[in-house]
């Protein structure tokens, strides 16, 4: 009868316990309110990004982030500008300071520099090809080019689209991080190249020298929030959204060297 009783109290304090505990949890489970208005990343705007004093600054853009969407989405398009493009300007500015090269051109940094000092390879490199990365794309583009361009996109490659498939089929073999270029080359034919990291056709060791006047980023920062893996699928829309005009006005410039 003892045991009994003693098991019939440790019952009724398991019991009480649990009880307390219950209560306890109740108290202290506060609910948290859900927003009403559910909050969006504020995105920037292309005049707010500056880089530090130096050399060289960033090319303006003339359009905003969003505006090549869907084929390249405003957060890609902000990431790469006031990120990517502005590190590179920054460090081309700070690794040129006290060097021969520092009062130059862009264009003859690129064709002096030397090749084996990094900091001033990837990015002179680096703000070369995203300035004029950024003025070849425009919103309400792509389509084909007119004019004399046209003609001599016939008359070196057949057609418009046998250039456009030699270009995506020059864009679809590189590995890694790379750029796919139309130069206009020494002898002013038109060639289609490509370049690894930051290096581009101006640079003395280019396989093929020329100057460019079309590029197309093939680092992953410049498709991989938008197409992930599928690189083929930004090279498709990176034509929606070509800038045939200034492409063309690149083209009659570079002849006239
Ligand atoms: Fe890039």
């Known amino acids: 009868m003892k045991k009994l009783n003693i098991l019939l109290i440790n019952l009724l304090l398991v019991v009480f316990l649990t009880s307390?505990?219950?209560?306890?949890?109740?108290?202290?489970?506060?609910?948290?309110?859900?927003?009403?208005?559910?909050?969006?990343?504020?995105?920037?705007?292309?005049?707010?990004?500056?880089?530090?004093d130096?050399?060289?600054?960033?090319?303006?853009l003339t359009y905003s982030y969003d505006a090549l969407a869907p084929n390249i989405s405003g957060s890609?398009?902000?990431?790469?500008?006031?990120?990517?493009?502005?590190?590179?300007?920054?460090?081309?500015?700070?690794?040129?300071?006290?060097?021969?090269?520092?009062?130059?051109?862009?264009?003859?940094?690129?064709?002096?520099?030397?090749?084996?000092?990094?900091?001033?390879?990837?990015?002179?490199?680096?703000?070369?090809?995203?300035?004029?990365?950024?003025?070849?794309?425009a919103p309400n583009s792509g389509g084909e080019p007119k004019n004399i361009l046209a003609e001599e996109l016939i008359?070196?490659?057949?057609?418009?689209?046998n250039f456009t498939t030699a270009f995506k089929d020059e864009a679809t073999k590189q590995f890694g991080s790379s750029w796919v270029w139309l130069v206009v080359d020494k002898s002013g034919n038109l060639q289609i190249t490509s370049t690894q990291n930051q290096d581009n056709p101006l640079m003395r060791n280019a396989l093929i020298q020329g100057t460019p006047i079309l590029a197309l980023d093939?680092?992953?920062?410049?498709?991989?929030?938008?197409?992930?893996?599928?690189?083929?699928?930004?090279?498709d829309a990176f034509f929606n959204v070509i800038n045939w005009k200034k492409v063309g006005e690149n083209y009659e410039e570079a002849v006239k060297k």
């Open 20 to 52: 307390c505990n219950k209560k306890k949890l109740t108290e202290y489970n506060v609910e948290v309110p859900l927003p009403e208005v559910q909050e969006k990343a504020v995105m920037g705007i292309p005049d707010d990004v500056t880089a530090n």
């Open 54 to 60: 130096g050399s060289f600054q960033l090319e303006k």
């Open 76 to 137: 890609t398009m902000e990431s790469h500008y006031s990120k990517h493009y502005l590190t590179y300007t920054n460090n081309l500015n700070k690794a040129l300071v006290g060097t021969p090269l520092e009062n130059l051109t862009i264009e003859e940094v690129l064709e002096k520099l030397d090749t084996s000092i990094p900091e001033i390879r990837n990015n002179a490199g680096g703000y070369y090809n995203h300035t004029l990365f950024f003025k070849c794309i």
């Open 155 to 161: 008359k070196k490659f057949g057609s418009f689209d």
């Open 218 to 235: 093939l680092w992953e920062h410049a498709y991989y929030l938008d197409y992930q893996y599928k690189r083929k699928n930004y090279v």
